[in-house]
Each structure stands twice: as structure tokens, then as C-alpha cells.
């Protein structure tokens, strides 16, 4: 079985090292990226399986580079953002841009991973086939 991969998009290196650990650890396939172009590069040349998005990247910013995934067609993976900023302004504004979970910095493993699962099982065949 082929492992799912997912695209982490984080400025800040220990942190996307930190988020690698847990990712691969956990049997995940990881692909890291510094900045909201790359992470527009990354998902179209290798499509992920989810997106884990920091809202403050340099370029284009996490808020701009969701809204531009959910807006391509080719595009289906969910995005998970992951941020300190974490008012509800914050959340409504990462959602309303097209984020399917917002988790908040610092990052709980067992909720990152819980996060990812569940979205991942939502999207999964047998789920698609379920669903109406």
C-alpha cells in the first residue's frame, strides 16, 4: 500500500522538522516547503494527500495560498492550518479561505496525527462511496 503523502508548508525550519518527525514516524510520505510559492509548485507537481499550512509564510501567505488551491479544479486535498494566530477572527478568516481544520501552534502530536487520519479516512474510496 502506498503511503499517503502529505505537503507541510512551514518558515520555520524547526518547526517543519519537528512536523517531519511526526509524519514519518507515523508512516506518512512528507514533503516540506518554506514558502507559499513553493507550496503552490509543490502541490501541483506532486499532489499531496492533505496540506498542513502555516497562515504566516513569506510570498504568498497561507491565507492566499489555500484560497488558491481550493479554487483549482485539479486540486482535492484537504488543508489543515496550522498557526499561533488563533483568535477567532484568525480561524474564521483560515476556514472562509477554504481550510477544512484549523489546529493551533503550539502543535499537540496526537491531535496533528488524530487530524490528519480523520481527514484522510473522510477522503478515502471507500468513504467517497459511502458518502451521497
Known amino acids: 500500500m502506498e503511503r ?7 518558515d520555520e525550519r ?8 511526526i509524519l514519518v514516524s ?15 509548485n509543490a502541490a501541483r507537481t506532486d499532489p499531496p494527500d492533505l496540506v498542513l499550512l ?4 513569506p510570498g504568498v501567505d497561507g ?5 488558491l488551491l481550493k ?7 484537504p488543508i489543515v492550518v496550522l498557526s499561533g494566530r488563533t483568535s477567532e477572527k484568525d ?3 483560515a476556514l472562509d479561505a477554504g481550510a477544512d481544520a484549523f489546529l493551533p ?15 484522510l479516512a473522510a477522503r478515502s474510496p471507500a468513504a467517497r462511496l459511502q458518502s451521497p
Open 91 to 93: 480561524v474564521k478568516a
Open 105 to 119: 501552534k503550539p502543535l499537540d502530536r496526537k491531535l496533528l496525527l488524530a487530524k490528519v487520519a480523520e481527514l
Open 71 to 77: 479554487r483549482d479544479l485539479d486540486f482535492h486535498a
Open 26 to 40: 507515523a508512516g506518512y510520505r512528507f514533503t516540506g516547503v518554506l514558502d507559499g510559492m513553493s507550496a503552490l
Open 54 to 57: 502555516d497562515l504566516i509564510i
Open 4 to 10: 499517503r503523502h502529505i505537503l507541510v508548508v512551514e
Open 14 to 21: 524547526p518547526t517543519l522538522t519537528l512536523i517531519e518527525k
Open 63 to 67: 491565507y492566499g495560498v489555500c484560497a
